[in-house]
């Protein structure tokens, strides 16, 4: 395998684990306070890292300083916000199937914003496989019948929107950066409305009871989850399409399952098997030759 290909592999493992470590905590923890702990931990490390390298943030041109502020605010503020609260109303699995919506926005912004590449048959057919397999996955939860699981639901397709927008932003300027500076700039605009929000709606963050589990979990989150995975994923834009990229998700969905299965004791039917491999058969032909 090529290098691209084991950093996408490595993104699909690490960000399928989250859907789970983030459920476990807005069960007990306040979502946005949770995701601001989150956010934190990794802005603090990333920005230490980038001094240890002498690295410097993204705001002092007008250019830079607005690719990080928007992509930033889209990619980490509001997309975060918006998946830290809808999995307060439904469950895990649930969000990471819909989250799958990521690569169809993506397939059709890139068409409109980046002249090379465009929506392919191969494309079309692969996604659609794909997201054929996660509904077979998830079909009885999709069924929506109470108003928390169709906001919730509309909560995370509107967050993939956001994420694939401020994707594409960032992809259109691929190699005018650098990723480690530019991710730590991102992470240090996007906390800022996450610690906004939980001060305001949720109050003071250390008048709830953090046990040693949540702290380790916003520390995976925040520095494997967050930190790792997106200066990767910033390096990817240079070494890999963007539309592969943005099929990410379907990946991660279907390892979530698994990981479900494995560590949680969850029960995977025939239909959920069929599901799955129905996401990797659509991964396989969305990308065999891009």
Not at 77 to 88: D, F, I, K, S
Not at 208 to 230: D, E, P, Q
Not at 250 to 273: F, M, N, Q, R, Y
Request: hydrophobic residues 55%; contains cysteine; charged residues 10%.
């Amino acid at each position: 395998m090529t290098g691209p290909v084991l950093i996408w592999l490595l993104l699909a493992i690490i960000w399928g684990s989250t859907w789970m470590v983030i459920k476990l905590g807005v069960n007990e923890l306040p979502p946005f306070s949770f995701a601001a702990g989150r956010f934190v931990m990794a802005s603090l490390a990333m920005y230490l890292l980038l001094k240890l390298r002498g690295g410097r943030l993204y705001f002092a041109g007008a250019r830079q300083a607005r690719l990080s502020i928007v992509s930033g605010f889209l990619i980490f503020g509001v997309n975060y916000a918006l998946v830290y609260w809808a999995e307060t109303r439904i469950d895990s699995s649930m969000a990471a199937v819909l989250y799958t919506s990521l690569p169809l926005f993506s397939a059709v912004l890139a068409h409109y914003y980046l002249p090379g590449d465009r929506i392919t048959w191969q494309k079309v057919i692969g996604i659609g496989i794909g997201l054929t397999g996660v509904i077979l996955l998830f079909r009885d939860q999709l069924a929506l019948k109470q108003a928390d699981l169709l906001w919730g639901s509309l909560a995370i397709l509107f967050a993939s929107f956001l994420c694939a927008v401020g994707s594409l932003l960032v992809k259109k300027q691929t190699g005018e950066f650098e990723p480690l500076s530019l991710t730590t700039s991102q992470l240090l605009v996007g906390t800022i409305p996450l610690v906004i929000l939980g001060l305001i709606i949720e109050g003071n963050p250390l008048s709830y009871s953090w046990r040693s589990a949540h702290v380790f979990g916003a520390a995976y989150l925040g520095l494997i989850g967050t930190g790792l995975t997106f200066g990767l994923l910033n390096w990817l834009f240079s070494h890999m399409s963007y539309s592969r990229i943005q099929l990410l998700p379907l990946a991660s969905t279907t390892i979530a399952v698994w990981l479900g299965w494995l560590i949680l004791d969850e029960k995977l039917s025939a239909w959920e098997l069929a599901g799955t491999g129905m996401v990797l058969l659509g991964l396989v032909q969305a990308t065999r030759s891009q």
